[in-house]
């Protein structure tokens, strides 16, 4: 915070400190998932995510379970954690097309 109280009174402050938990794709998905296992049902508006490769064999255990005759289409969406834009995101349906570092 006190960067924020260094600040002279004409500058304007296009960062706030501590904030950044939010606007990384990777740490507001580990917020979501602990505040839904603390509070429950409020933060069941997130879709089902994964935090690659912390997260790697749960991930393929539910991609897995979600393969069948009779399932819808299995589709995701994969971001990268460290570029915006938009750019990086690559939507699989197949396992095998899954790529990260």
Same mark, same amino acid.
């Given at each position: 915070m006190?960067?924020?109280y260094a600040g002279k009174s004409?500058? &304007?402050h296009i960062h706030f400190p501590k904030t950044g938990?939010?606007?990384k794709k990777d740490s507001l998905?580990? !917020?979501i998932k602990k505040n839904r296992n603390m509070f429950g049902k409020i933060y069941d508006f997130v879709p089902t995510t994964y935090t690659l490769p912390n997260d790697y064999k749960k991930f393929i255990e539910h991609f897995t379970?979600?393969?069948g005759p009779t399932s819808p289409k299995n589709i995701w969406?994969? &971001?990268p954690t460290d570029l915006s834009r938009g750019r990086g995101i690559t939507i699989i349906s197949d396992i095998?097309? !899954?790529q990260y570092e």
């Open positions: 006190g960067e924020y004409y500058q &304007k938990i939010l606007c998905a580990r !917020l379970r979600s393969q969406i994969c &971001k095998t097309e !899954l």
